[in-house]
């Protein structure tokens, strides 16, 4: 794996460091799959397959990180839940693992490095890790992924019960079912920087304004917090946490969460995600994913993407990136047009 610059860059980003180009993250999973011309069916449990389309999609695509990670529900099929697996996208759990807050004691989660307990797991996501960072040709990023601390407990029990229990007055016993979650999530995530990834990447959407009130903040954050810091204990990787939505009220908490870069939705004005991070939480995002990265044209892209970096990035702390995933419709020269824009925007 040569050194050309790509993790400096990035550290440099996070350290609110002026450097001569802003990083760019693809935020692609199934997309890099789509793009190679083959089904996720076809990735998701072929590790060579997926680190392979994966490196190939973030060299051409320009990104500073990959992320060879082609189907964020494997875990809850490794519980037992119900989860179905369609040829080319996502799977989509169908069940929970306990109907009532008073069943938290009967949940039992598995151990990530114990094969036996997670052969999906170990699969699609581990073995993938492993290969990418084998075959890896420049110092990218490599990506784990899991869900946080509540959307993990909104899965394990329905987010609609989640919430209504905490409207109920039962918010000690969610707190315990969600800091339960954050240890499983930090065994995941340790498994995950032992197979190869160099970053703590975790995504946690049911903590957005969208889903949760503010004054529902602390039992999200709570869950963060714990699982980040149990992950930083050991391993010396920098934490980035994505929540989709509106999350403006949340963006001056993710800091004291433990989070080093708060991934941020297009939802957010730019400006408006700077003055809430100020200057101690490095951002990344914020371009439309559907909008622009998967209907727009390239030079609307660089555009948007000149905007972002003015906006919140011009001193340093941006990653730019879409605001969510990377649609998995998206066209090669749409991703790459972002890519190339980090690199142009500080040549004018």
């Known amino acids: 794996?040569?050194?050309?610059?790509?993790?400096?860059?990035?550290?440099?980003?996070?350290?609110?460091?002026?450097?001569?180009?802003?990083?760019?993250?693809?935020?692609a999973l199934v997309t890099a799959a789509r793009s190679a011309g083959i089904l996720v069916k076809d990735a998701r449990y072929t590790p060579e397959v997926s680190a392979k389309v994966s490196v190939d999609y973030a060299m051409r695509t320009k990104s500073d990180f990959v992320k060879p990670v082609v189907d964020s529900q494997i875990p809850f099929a490794d519980l037992g839940m119900d989860v179905v697996f369609p040829d080319d996208?996502?799977?989509?759990?169908?069940?929970?693992?306990?109907?009532?807050?008073?069943?938290?004691?009967?949940?039992?989660?598995?151990?990530?490095?114990?094969?036996?307990e997670c052969p999906r797991f170990d699969k699609c996501i581990l073995q993938s890790l492993t290969?990418?960072?084998?075959?890896?040709?420049?110092?990218?990023?490599?990506?784990?992924l899991s869900w946080g601390p509540i959307s993990t407990a909104g899965y394990i029990m329905?987010?609609?019960?989640?919430?209504?229990?905490?409207?109920?007055?039962?918010?000690?016993?969610?707190?315990?079912?969600?800091?339960k979650c954050a240890?499983?999530?930090?065994?995941?995530?340790?498994?995950?920087?032992?197979?190869g990834a160099s970053v703590m990447w975790m995504a946690d959407p049911t903590a957005s304004e969208d889903l949760i009130s503010p004054d529902m903040f602390p039992l999200a954050l709570s869950g963060i917090k714990s699982c980040i810091s149990s992950v930083k204990k050991?391993?010396?990787?920098?934490?980035?946490?994505?929540?989709?939505?509106?999350?403006?009220?949340?963006?001056?908490?993710?800091?004291?969460a433990g989070a080093d870069c708060f991934s941020f939705d297009h939802a957010?004005?730019?400006?408006?995600?700077?003055?809430?991070?100020?200057?101690?939480?490095?951002?990344?995002?914020?371009?439309?994913?559907?909008?622009?990265?998967?209907?727009?044209?390239?030079?609307?892209?660089?555009?948007?993407?000149?905007?972002?970096?003015?906006?919140?990035?011009?001193?340093?702390?941006?990653?730019?990136?879409?605001g969510c995933e990377s649609p998995i419709m998206s066209p090669d020269e749409n991703v790459l047009a972002m890519g190339q824009a980090g690199i142009d925007y500080w040549k004018q």
Not at 131 to 144: F, Q, S
Not at 190 to 195: F, P
Not at 272 to 295: C, E, F, Q, T, W
Not at 299 to 320: H, P, Q, R, T
């Open 1 to 27: 794996m040569k050194d050309t610059g790509h993790r400096s860059t990035i550290d440099a980003a996070l350290n609110f460091e002026k450097t001569d180009r802003t990083p760019v993250n693809n935020f």
């Open 158 to 179: 329905g987010a609609e019960d989640l919430i209504m229990s905490i409207m109920m007055g039962e918010e000690e016993a969610v707190q315990k079912l969600i800091l």
């Open 131 to 144: 290969e990418t960072e084998k075959i890896l040709p420049e110092d990218l990023h490599i990506c784990g």
């Open 183 to 195: 240890d499983f999530i930090a065994d995941q995530e340790k498994a995950q920087i032992d197979a």
């Open 234 to 256: 050991d391993y010396d990787v920098p934490a980035f946490l994505h929540v989709c939505g509106n999350t403006t009220d949340l963006i001056p908490f993710a800091h004291d």
């Open 268 to 322: 957010v004005d730019p400006a408006v995600a700077r003055s809430a991070a100020g200057n101690k939480l490095a951002l990344m995002g914020n371009i439309d994913p559907v909008r622009y990265i998967m209907n727009g044209t390239p030079e609307e892209i660089v555009s948007e993407s000149y905007k972002v970096i003015e906006a919140c990035g011009s001193d340093g702390g941006l990653v730019l990136a879409p």
């Open 89 to 116: 996208d996502y799977g989509t759990v169908r069940s929970k693992m306990i109907n009532d807050i008073s069943e938290i004691d009967d949940v039992a989660f598995f151990d990530p490095r114990n094969v036996s």
